[in-house]
């Protein structure tokens, strides 16, 4: 069965700093993989995804994930933190096409920029 | 821009009600889906629908249902609310099977029901 893991439920960076939101997904079969970010009182909004093309994605906003099969994991990247990245980020696992789409959610990391 | 509108932002609603939480995209999407979305547990699938009055059980289906009748309409019923329904409800869609996990999920902006 597929899951995913999310090491830190909260992170803070200083502004300009590096953010690095971590990923670990296990799949029985090679997985197709999501970023998503979410914005106080909004929906989810997709930020990147490996669909098995290039290991490193690039996304909006500046961000890029690399996918490394040997670690199983999809780690969320950012060169340089701006005050507009605080938000919740939800890494996701969906097993590929299949009769309906079933994505499974990680339990989110809560991003906090300091001035 | 494609969009899913969740009805309501914000809703209370008092113990042992019915509750109707209402869902509409403007993409002629396939898939439909309704998470919750609670502090320190993700966002877990309640139903999903793949097809005009087809549904099907998420993980968490207990003390809810849903009903589709029209492709792009997708109501989430909470049958007598209970306080532990307090949430964040979350409707998503997805072009049609097979496609969700290559493009991805569109959200609505949510609802936050509190049952009091």
């Known amino acids: 069965a597929q899951s995913v893991t999310q090491l830190g439920s909260h992170v803070s960076v200083s502004e300009g700093a590096l953010v690095l939101l971590r990923c670990n997904y296990s799949s029985s079969v090679p997985p197709y993989l999501f970023w998503y970010v979410q914005y106080p009182n909004q929906g989810l909004q997709l930020l990147l995804k490996?669909?098995?093309?290039?290991?490193l994605v690039k996304g909006i906003n500046g961000f890029e994930a690399e996918f490394k099969k040997s670690e199983t994991s999809f780690h969320l990247t950012k060169p340089s933190a701006h005050m507009s990245d605080a938000a919740e980020y939800f890494c996701?696992?969906?097993?590929?096409?299949?009769?309906?789409?079933?994505?499974?959610f990680g339990p989110g990391t809560s991003l906090s920029v300091i001035p | 821009d494609v969009k899913v509108t969740q009805s309501s932002r914000y809703l209370v609603k008092r113990t042992g009600e019915k509750v109707f939480l209402e869902c509409v995209q403007d993409m002629d999407h396939e898939n439909m889906f309704w998470y919750r979305q609670d502090p320190g547990l993700g966002l877990r699938l309640i139903y999903f629908?793949?097809?005009?009055?087809?549904?099907e059980k998420g993980d968490i289906p207990e003390g809810y249902s849903v009903s589709r009748e029209k492709k792009e309409r997708f109501s989430l019923i909470l049958e007598s609310a209970s306080t532990n329904q307090t949430s964040m409800y979350l409707c998503a869609s997805s072009l049609s099977p097979g496609t969700g996990d290559i493009y991805g999920y569109t959200f609505g902006s949510g609802t936050r029901l509190t049952v009091v």
């Open positions: 629908s793949y097809d005009v009055k087809m549904k």
């Open positions: 996701a696992v969906s097993e590929g096409k299949t009769s309906y789409d079933k994505v499974i």
């Open positions: 490996y669909t098995s093309a290039a290991t």
